[in-house]
């Protein structure tokens, strides 16, 4: 039985270019599907969060035209209900990366908020990548990576291939032009070669112990390709 750290946002909002707070959170689908292949495959799941407080999820990702139609927000929401391990978080400043096999960052806009600039969380990714184990980031998580910093203060994930919430997918959720910065840019920015598939559509993308996807659809095809590298 292998042990998988969660790592998963503390932010209850995404602050937008106007200066309002947008309500949001972790996007349930993105924590619950890979909790799912995870548990049902035998491993233990560990979840933090900065400050190791109880993390929010965005409500709008348990309606039920984000979730095909009312079958698949019930669903969502029963696992929700199941993922014990949300309502009694570590505190993410005290992780031993040592004791895990494998971290797993879901999004949401809140990593937007916190883990983009998270020296904590930064550490962490910047030694799961040195370490070889295996790491999954979807949709607004690699936000996180942006906080990845060397030594020399270049990005650590400067290089690598990856994928994230798109610049298009943003637009058309209707945050673009709202937006203080758009995550693809941002990643671009850092020297990530930035890979794109179609809007919504399951895309992953795996550079060595890096697995990224880009949208929610990605998070449970990541877990999959993740589990296959944790043995």
Same mark, same amino acid.
């Given at each position: 039985?292998? #042990?998988?750290? &969660?790592?998963?946002?503390?932010?209850?909002?995404?602050?937008?270019?106007?200066?309002?707070?947008?309500?949001?959170?972790?996007?349930?689908?993105?924590?619950?599907?890979?909790?799912?292949?995870?548990? $049902?495959?035998?491993?233990?799941?560990?979840?933090?969060?900065? /400050? $190791?407080?109880?993390?929010?999820?965005?409500?709008?990702?348990?309606?039920?035209? &984000? *979730?095909? /139609?009312?079958?698949?927000?019930?669903?969502?929401?029963?696992?929700?209900?199941? &993922?014990?391990?949300?309502?009694?978080?570590?505190?993410?400043?005290?992780?031993? !990366?040592?004791?895990?096999?494998?971290? @797993?960052?879901?999004?949401?806009?809140?990593?937007?908020?916190?883990?983009?600039?998270?020296?904590?969380?930064?550490?962490?990714?910047? /030694?799961?990548?040195?370490? $070889? #184990?295996?790491?999954?980031?979807?949709?607004?998580?690699?936000?996180?990576l942006l906080a990845a910093t060397g030594p020399?203060?270049? *990005?650590?994930?400067?290089?690598?291939?990856?994928?994230? @919430?798109? *610049?298009?997918?943003?637009?058309?959720? /209707?945050?673009?032009?709202?937006?203080?910065?758009? !995550?693809?840019?941002?990643?671009?920015?850092?020297?990530?070669? &930035?890979?794109?598939?179609?809007?919504?559509?399951? @895309?992953?993308?795996?550079?060595?112990?890096?697995?990224?996807?880009? *949208?929610?659809?990605?998070?449970?095809?990541?877990?999959?390709?993740?589990?296959?590298?944790? $043995?």
């Amino acid at each position: 039985m292998a #042990k998988i750290l &969660f790592v998963v946002t503390g932010a209850d909002h995404w602050t937008l270019a106007d200066g309002t707070a947008h309500p949001t959170g972790f996007w349930a689908e993105e924590a619950v599907a890979p909790y799912q292949v995870f548990t $049902g495959a035998g491993h233990e799941v560990v979840v933090a969060t900065p /400050g $190791g407080v109880v993390p929010t999820v965005d409500r709008g990702s348990l309606a039920p035209e &984000f *979730n095909g /139609g009312q079958e698949g927000a019930d669903q969502v929401a029963a696992g929700l209900e199941e &993922f014990e391990e949300l309502r009694r978080p570590v505190t993410l400043e005290d992780v031993d !990366l040592d004791a895990y096999d494998a971290a @797993f960052y879901p999004g949401g806009h809140g990593p937007m908020e916190d883990l983009a600039v998270d020296p904590a969380s930064g550490r962490l990714l910047a /030694g799961a990548l040195a370490s $070889g #184990k295996p790491l999954g980031v979807v949709c607004h998580a690699p936000a996180a990576l942006l906080a990845a910093t060397g030594p020399d203060g270049t *990005n650590v994930f400067a290089g690598y291939r990856l994928t994230g @919430f798109t *610049n298009a997918e943003e637009a058309q959720a /209707g945050f673009a032009e709202k937006a203080r910065w758009l !995550l693809q840019d941002r990643l671009v920015e850092i020297g990530a070669d &930035f890979q794109e598939g179609e809007p919504w559509a399951p @895309f992953v993308i795996t550079d060595r112990n890096l697995v990224t996807g880009q *949208n929610p659809a990605s998070a449970q095809p990541l877990a999959e390709e993740l589990l296959k590298r944790i $043995g």
